[in-house]
């Protein structure tokens, strides 16, 4: 019985460890596109955790503030312990020597028991009038939360295009490596072409180093690519919040050729104020604007009469309501309260004056930042523009390259064409796909950085 159990539980561990181990392959071979390249690294952003506690932080500041337009109720307990009794009449005088026929019960009503003391109070403190300064103070508050998502949109976007950058350039690495690749296969044929023909006497040694330079510095740059290529993609794992170590494969390698997006819709020249106006950085500045508004007028707040109500109740132990005596006896008061600033108004003239100057620089850096970036959308529209038609001449130059190459190897097969213009032939193909490869990164970064300088 034992040895069956034993034999059913190694078949169930095996079955576990193929499972296992067949997810690990699915997991290893699955291919992460760009989409989620860029929410994997805004999950694992340590920034926008960062910003979240921040707008958190500002959401509970909010509600902190919030709480000033109510009753500030505060309750206090006081425990008083004296050596001595109260005496009110010094019943030792009144009669001199027949002070004996005095009762003790009458000198007793002199006679005021304070050694210990209870006191209790409940207070509660309403603001009716203090020239708006907490509907400022919450309006501040509320701007403040909206800033904090703001900023934190900023970050995101800084993100993505850090990763869009990082993956582009693995692309672009992936594709100039398998071009490579083909570079080495062909002159590792060109290669052994040539040896042959210097075995048969129709090609010179120098012939044949000379291809080989060529191939040993395409192997070099074949080497030097791959190492560039494994940094980048160590650096997209540290940006996705994976192991440096974890291999990443792209859903865009392994293609030489890539698919282009349509070109992003360009503005007229009166759509470009709307455009700023959506930036995130821009609506941040627009709300410390109005922040720095605000603290003005809660500077002001600050130069006017202040008028509190305010409620309350007492009570002690011993009381004196009735009589001295050892029980709790209380009573309620009401009133209100108001405070004017005398010599505050002074040091809040000054105040008031400096939020003024601040609130000047908060416009100008506003002002200044949407003539920024204002001419950023129109430089990345030029350069959306230049890339396009720097691809499209990239394309022609292939082509012209490849049909070069191809008449090149069939002159040099025949005999017509000799060895050195056959590798240039290949030099210059190889020149051509590398520019080919870099147009198309370039028009897939301008339009990604396009979107985002657009907030599109």
Known sequence: MDLRLSVRTKRIALLLTGLVASTSLLS?????????????????????????????????????????????VTARGAYLHMQKEFHLIDWDKPLGSFNFLIPDRLRHLGTVDLRNVWVANVTAIQPIYLGGKITMGYQMASLAERLQGNLRETAATEIETKVDETYWQIISLDSKSRLLDQLVTLLTQTVRDVDASIAAGVATKADGLSVRTKLSEAEVKRSQVQNGLELSKMLLADLCGLESSAEIHLADEGQIELALPAPTERLQAEDLPAAVERRSEVRSLRMVDTIYSKRVRMETAELLPKVYGFASYSATNPNSFNGPKKEFGGQYYLGAMLQVPISDLFSGSFRRRQAKAEHRVKQLELAEARSK?????????????????????????????????????????????????YTMAQTAWMSAQDSLIDAQIRVLLSESKLKNILAL
């Open 28 to 72: 290893a071979q699955e291919k992460l596109t760009l989409d989620e390249c860029r929410e994997m690294a805004k999950t694992h952003s340590r920034v926008l955790q960062q910003k979240d506690a921040e707008r958190e932080a500002a959401h509970a500041r909010k509600q902190e503030v919030f709480t000033k337009f109510f009753p500030q």
């Open 373 to 421: 970036i204002t001419l950023q959308m129109k430089q990345a529209i030029r350069t959306a523009d230049d890339a396009r038609r720097a691809y499209q001449t990239a394309l022609k130059a292939v082509e012209m390259a490849r049909e070069n190459l191809r008449y090149a190897e069939v002159g040099y097969k025949e005999g017509v064409i000799p060895l050195l213009n």
